[in-house]
């Protein structure tokens, strides 16, 4: 760890990995060369904590997720590992650019929002905690598309995050299990005599374990990120090739492998899409089977299982786990249904990440039986015994009986995951407390009515090594130095200890430059990828976050056309200088967030050339926006747009991120937004719009949103203005889908919110006026977000869910 060793390793690997000298090294040897360097570091640190995890006889998390969003590891690893001022002066020394390495790193994309990085932060902090802990996932060739805007449209071009090979991982060819889908079920004598059914499936692939290392701060915990790429068996392969039909098994090669190809790039389901339905059994049948390879080989007896193991269901996209399990503990273990039904609902948790009623997984009775005949025979196995339960606790109760099913009847019966994860767990949990009262409340009542004890909240947190160390290392910085320690990385409540300073003239005053300096260095970035120039004394104004109506980014938009519309009437009036940045990706097949792209683009088209506007406002759409970027962006943010529809978003984990790099939130009481403006206090906080209960009510009442727009001028003249053509180069119909859903239907209920955002946003505007009560607050809310920590959220697992203990290596 010494400066000398690492630069002598760098230069072998440079030599040894890349066969290059110094001299020739392209851009991208010198990064696969600090990449290994650093990887070299962790693995002595992971043996070791393997290790110390199977003497212990740990009891291990079992993270099963089919999406992991990671970020680049690079940075991140050397902050964990304490190295990154060694690893700049090593550079330095070797007079190599330590930004342009880091820069090089292509991140694996392989998730699509706030669910897929939840997943990210929750390694860090299991590891963090000296948890023992698998994450199980897929290891996508193709992840998240990159994201183009070609004349204001996103244009998605195919991720080639393996292009050019990635050292984090290790590939574990041994590490490999047969999956198989298709074919019946039929019933035989077993060899003890009783009549048993089997499953003799039609197609076998194999999925190959892929491991990369995760490592703590601070600690010498080691945890594996375990991802299964799908490959063609090898037998198969053989069967056709004995028939003579070599291009046959060519082809089934392709097939198996197109299971592991792409990410579905939807932060909601793909209705009844068989090969989304292929994939998700493809990894929790890999991981189970690799659950019960581990306890065999360190336990023995598969009865102590689920004290072996606590499995986490990252919403219903694993929860065929809970018949896969089943399934094999009985047809392949030779156990009981009563024992192995025992151990699979206490191995079980799950996680609820949404309400919206089309975010809701089911899939078509036909499709499951065809694709999993044993499994659907499990399920109504399962359904069988439960429903037994149901009506005993609730005579005569049919209604209720029908509305718990696992199979949803109708025309096309269908399984319901969120049901078959619920009676398959030992607990439930929403994602913040108002998300998980409605989760109680409304969609999973019946079971909260059965079960009340299963069900819990544990508020999401993000990780504030990579959220404020990595992305904000002047801000780190700053606060380590007023702290007089950096143990707050460890426990951010220890941020407390800045609130004395928030009014400190001269703290505020370091305080401002911090941020000024990161709007300076976004503002450039920006600059090169768009030629939108910002200026750094105006307000960045933020929303970054997957493109959704429920987010509402078109409200947004409109306060934007208000103010352009008040300069334009009134040339002199004085305006709080702002740039409005949005970033965020729109599902390649849904149309109406498309169009909100093209709008904000068209926006801010016109409004950037406006020679009347004189750049007060100005208008820009960063493309792409990933973890490597929006790390270039949290710091940079002034104000943070967290403005869903109350009831909508679960949670949010963007708005903890910015707020934690001192941006004051404009927002709802909406997901976790609640929480934080308790911890920050409401007069640190711009809070606007209708309550989940007002929501509901006015839904209940009736909703016109026609008569919104008729009764309100300046609303009927925004949306009018996007009606004439001005934005579309007199095109009066390119926005009609979007203004006409608007006035008509309005599911989201922007209009309704409409007035209210633009009084909250001049509120906004007075406060920015006075910088140095900005300034106070923007502290604050850094002070206060302690509990914002995924490492608070873990520990509340760990307690409440999964009842492990910290092994320290
Ligand atoms: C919530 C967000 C919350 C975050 O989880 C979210 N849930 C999904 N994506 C999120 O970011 C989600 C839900 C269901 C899905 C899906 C994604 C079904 C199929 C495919 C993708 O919206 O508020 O912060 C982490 O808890």
Redesign the pocket.
């Known amino acids: 760890m010494s400066k000398a060793a690492l630069k002598q390793a760098y230069i072998d690997n440079l030599f040894y990995i890349q066969g290059r000298f110094r001299e020739v090294a392209t851009p991208h040897d010198l990064y696969m060369a600090a990449a290994y360097t650093v990887r070299d570091r962790l693995l002595a640190r992971w043996v070791k904590s393997a290790q110390a995890f199977k003497t212990n006889h740990a009891r291990t998390v079992c993270y099963l997720s089919?999406?992991f969003l990671l970020g680049p590891h690079l940075a991140n690893n050397l902050v964990n590992l304490g190295i990154t001022k060694i690893a700049q002066e090593s550079a330095a020394d070797l007079e190599l650019d330590f930004a342009t390495i880091l820069e090089e790193e292509e991140e694996p994309g392989l998730g699509?929002?706030?669910?897929g990085?939840?997943a990210a932060c929750f390694m860090d902090s299991l590891a963090t905690l000296c948890i023992p802990a698998i994450g199980y996932g897929i290891r996508y060739e193709f992840g998240i598309f990159d994201q183009r805007i070609e004349n204001g449209w996103q244009v998605e071009k195919s991720d080639t995050w393996l292009r050019n090979g990635n050292p984090w991982e290790i590939p574990r060819p041994k590490i490999c299990f047969p999956v198989n889908y298709g074919g019946y079920t039929e019933q035989y004598r077993h060899a003890n005599g009783t009549l048993r059914r089997r499953w003799i499936p039609a197609q076998e692939i194999n999925g190959v374990a892929y491991d990369t290392p995760i490592l703590g701060y601070g600690v010498g915990n080691v945890n594996l990120l375990r991802l299964w790429k799908a490959e063609a068996s090898q037998s198969f392969d053989f069967q056709a090739f004995n028939v003579g039909d070599y291009y046959g098994a060519v082809h089934a090669k392709i097939e198996a492998e197109t299971i592991s190809k792409v990410l579905?790039p939807?932060?909601?389901?793909e209705i009844g899409k068989e090969l989304r339905l292929k994939q998700q059994f493809f990894f929790v049948s890999c991981s189970i089977q690799d659950m019960i390879r581990l306890h065999l080989h360190t336990v023995g007896a598969l009865d102590s299982f689920a004290q072996k193991f606590a499995a986490q269901l990252n919403?219903?996209?694993p929860a065929l786990a809970v018949a896969e399990l089943l399934r094999l503990l009985i047809d392949v273990h030779d156990m009981n249904w009563e024992a192995a039904w025992n151990i699979t609902r206490n191995t079980f948790s799950y996680?609820n990440?949404?309400l919206l009623p089309e975010?809701l997984?089911t899939w078509p009775v036909q499709l499951f039986e065809r694709l999993l005949p044993r499994h659907l025979e499990m399920i109504y196995a399962i359904n069988q015994q439960f429903l037994d339960e149901v009506r005993t606790r609730f005579l005569h109760d049919e209604e209720r009986i029908a509305r718990m099913s696992l199979i949803a009847e109708g025309e096309q019966r269908r399984v319901r995951m969120a049901n078959l994860a619920v009676v398959g767990s030992q607990a439930v949990n929403g994602?913040?407390a108002l998300h998980s009262e409605l989760v109680k409340t409304t969609l999973l009542k019946d079971f909260y009515e059965l079960w009340p004890e299963k069900f819990h909240n544990v508020t999401?947190g993000v990780s504030p090594r990579r959220f404020i160390v990595v992305s904000n290392p002047r801000l780190a910085e700053l606060i380590t130095e007023v702290c007089g320690s950096d143990d707050w990385i460890q426990d951010l409540t220890l941020l407390r200890q800045l609130e004395p300073y928030a009014t400190d003239p001269a703290f505020q005053q370091r305080w401002r430059n911090v941020k000024t300096a990161a709007k300076c260095d976004f503002a450039q970035w920006l600059l090169l990828q768009t030629g939108i120039q910002l200026d750094p004394q105006a307000l960045f104004d933020v929303q970054a976050k997957?493109l959704h109506e429920y987010k509402r980014q078109h409200l947004n938009v409109l306060h934007i056309i208000r103010l352009y519309q008040r300069i334009k009437q009134e040339p002199n009036i004085e305006v709080v200088p702002r740039a409005f940045i949005f970033g965020g990706k729109a599902a390649p097949g849904y149309y109406l967030a498309k169009l909100i792209i093209k709008l904000i683009n068209a926006v801010a088209e016109v409004i950037n050339h406006d020679p009347q506007i004189e750049g007060r406002i100005r208008v820009a759409f960063m493309p792409d926006f990933n973890v490597k970027n929006g790390q270039r962006l949290y710091p940079a943010a002034d104000l943070s747009e967290q403005i869903s529809l109350a009831g909508k978003?679960?949670?949010?984990?963007g708005n903890m991120k910015f707020s934690m790099n001192g941006a004051l939130t404009i927002g709802t009481l909406d997901?976790?937004n609640v929480e934080i403006r308790e911890e920050v206090g409401a007069e640190n906080f711009f809070l606007f719009g209708m309550t989940a209960d007002e929501v509901q009510r006015k839904q209940a009442a009736g909703y016109h949103p026609w008569e919104v727009y008729q009764n309100d001028p300046e609303l009927k003249a925004d949306i009018d203005l996007i009606n004439s053509g001005v934005f579309s180069h007199g095109d009066s119909a390119l926005f009609r889908p979007l203004t006409d859903h608007l006035v008509n239907h309005d599911p989201f209920m922007v209009l309704a919110d409409y007035r209210a955002y633009l009084t909250c946003q001049e509120r906004v505007s007075a406060a920015y006026r006075d910088a140095s009560n900005w300034d106070r607050m923007a502290i604050l809310n850094v002070a206060r977000m302690g509990k914002f920590s995924s490492d608070r959220a873990i520990a509340e697992y760990a307690q409440q869910i999964w009842q492990v203990a910290p092994v320290a290596v």
């Open positions: 089919a999406e699509n929002g706030g669910l990085r939840l579905y939807n932060d909601e389901p919403d219903t996209h996680t990440h949404t975010a997984e994602v913040a999401n997957r978003e679960a949670s949010g984990t997901g976790a």
